[in-house]
């Protein structure tokens, strides 16, 4: 019985979501931006990735800001890949994500939703300091009235290597180190203002108190010099955020509510003017940070009239777009543009190209992904399921892992072998199939426009992107 429970509680902390780009860990570049071949998730697009690299590296140094890059290609090539990569490897820079999609919402204007997504992708360091108190816990006196009613009163020991004071306590201080179970042994530290108290860890010098300790208790060295020290504290926030706190009643509850609506331009202004004081006072630092929009041709043109003017002001991110069409439609007009995008902001624009992925370097994506989603498979397995990949998509082959992966354990199977490739193939269609389908049995479904034909005459199915 033990033993079904404890197989029962593996398996459960074993349960993991996957995303479609949760193998992503990096661009995968070495110190030159030269690309190796397959590193951190990433395999192929040599050019691409190098250019990408390039772009972060510039925007790690906080040397661009209102720069407008196009990721363009054949869907399936790793567009989005490429953005989470570039995100990944910025690190503490904000990044925002959106689809364009999201701009056309009912409940408030598409420049007020770019807006939004513009101030989301840019941050504000502001400094402080603060006074805290810093030292070793050498002992706690607590005193309680004996009739049990009353304040509680105490004292507190600290140390330094270099010096020892004794700290009369109130109630609330009383209070916050019986929460934080601090005991004599802890570094603690103090913050002056707002008598916050955090653990910091366990003095080496009582790491022989106990003959066991857990894996959380985290030793650390008594501190050195004065117990009451000044410390500079720099606290990242987003304008967005900023302009939230200050437009609602409740505060910096809204972002957590989600009461966000339409801000008022005024409030933006004051904001604005209240840190340009603070940057020129040094109390403050602007950090320009990443907007992605994903298919980026379903703006419309006051969306792109917009994008132009937001990229000339002083505090705008470094935008990334991405888009699989070519010659097509701008949303809203009978005019055609490369990717929907017009001319004009076109020529704003460094664009970066994805090819197509070879049979070698699919082979090792779908290898990656079986590798993220814990499938084992045999050598043949792969073989098929590569050739399906190359011969129908990329996305195609990746659905196929986590459901041939189901069938191998229906028919208790340790790795996922060709029959279980051959049978999720025949189970589920892909586009090149379905669309065969729909040719032939056109006339038994519903609202059919298209008359069908029984000659030799086909129906023609657009498939361009455009």
């Known amino acids: 019985m033990e033993s079904i429970i404890t197989s029962q509680a593996a398996d459960v902390t074993k349960l993991e979501r996957t995303g479609a780009h949760s193998h992503i860990r990096g661009l995968g570049l070495d110190d030159k931006l030269e690309s190796r071949a397959v590193s951190q998730g990433m395999v192929g697009q040599i050019r691409a990735r190098k250019a990408a690299g390039v772009i972060v590296k510039v925007i790690k140094q906080g040397k661009i800001s ?227 929009i994903d298919e980026i041709h379903m703006l419309d043109m006051e969306c792109f009239s917009f994008l132009n003017r937001a990229l000339e002001d002083s505090m705008a991110p470094v935008v990334i777009m991405a888009s699989n069409r070519g010659m097509t439609r701008i949303r809203g007009t009978n005019y055609q543009s490369p990717h929907g995008v017009p001319i004009d902001f076109l020529d704003r624009l460094l664009i970066i190209s994805t090819q197509a992925y070879s049979e070698d370097e699919i082979k090792q994506i779908l290898k990656i992904r079986c590798d993220e989603e814990e499938v084992e498979m045999t050598d043949d397995a792969m073989d098929v399921l590569t050739k399906a990949a190359v011969e129908t998509s990329l996305r195609y082959g990746i659905h196929l892992i986590s459901t041939s992966h189901m069938v191998a354990r229906k028919r208790q199977a340790p790795k996922v072998d060709v029959v279980d490739i051959k049978r999720v193939y025949s189970l589920f269609l892909d586009e090149s199939r379905s669309v065969q389908y729909m040719t032939e049995y056109q006339g038994e479904f519903l609202f059919n426009e298209i008359p069908s034909s029984h000659g030799d005459e086909r129906m023609a199915v657009d498939q361009t992107t455009g």
Not at 136 to 164: A, C, F, N, W, Y
Request: glycine share 10%.
């Open 66 to 292: 209102g720069r407008a890059i196009l990721i363009a290609g054949a869907p399936g090539t790793g567009k989005t890949a490429i953005a989470m990569a570039m995100s990944q490897e910025i690190g503490d820079v904000p990044f925002t994500s959106i689809a364009a999609s999201e701009v056309f919402s009912l409940e408030m204007s598409k420049t007020e939703c770019l807006t939004q997504a513009f101030r989301r992708s840019i941050g504000v360091r502001i400094k402080e300091e603060t006074e805290i108190i810093e030292g070793e816990v050498v002992e706690i006196q607590i005193d309680r009235s004996l009739t049990g009613v009353g304040p509680k009163t105490g004292k507190l020991t600290l140390k330094t290597t270099d010096m020892e004071t004794i700290y009369d306590l109130g109630q609330k201080m009383i209070g916050s180190l019986t929460k934080e179970k601090v005991m004599a042994g802890d570094v603690i530290q103090i913050d002056k203002a707002t008598g916050r108290i955090t653990r910091l860890g366990r003095s080496f010098t009582r790491a022989r108190d106990f003959d066991a300790t857990g894996p959380d208790v985290k030793f650390v060295q008594c501190p050195d010099g004065e117990l009451q020290t000044r410390k500079e504290v720099v606290h990242t926030v987003s304008l967005h955020e900023i302009d939230v706190i200050n437009s609602r009643q409740q505060g910096f509850l809204a972002l957590f509510s989600g009461d966000t609506g339409e801000i008022k331009p005024e409030v933006r202004d004051q904001i604005n003017q209240k840190i340009a004081e603070w940057c020129e006072e040094g109390k403050a630092e602007i950090v320009p940070g990443v907007l992605f």
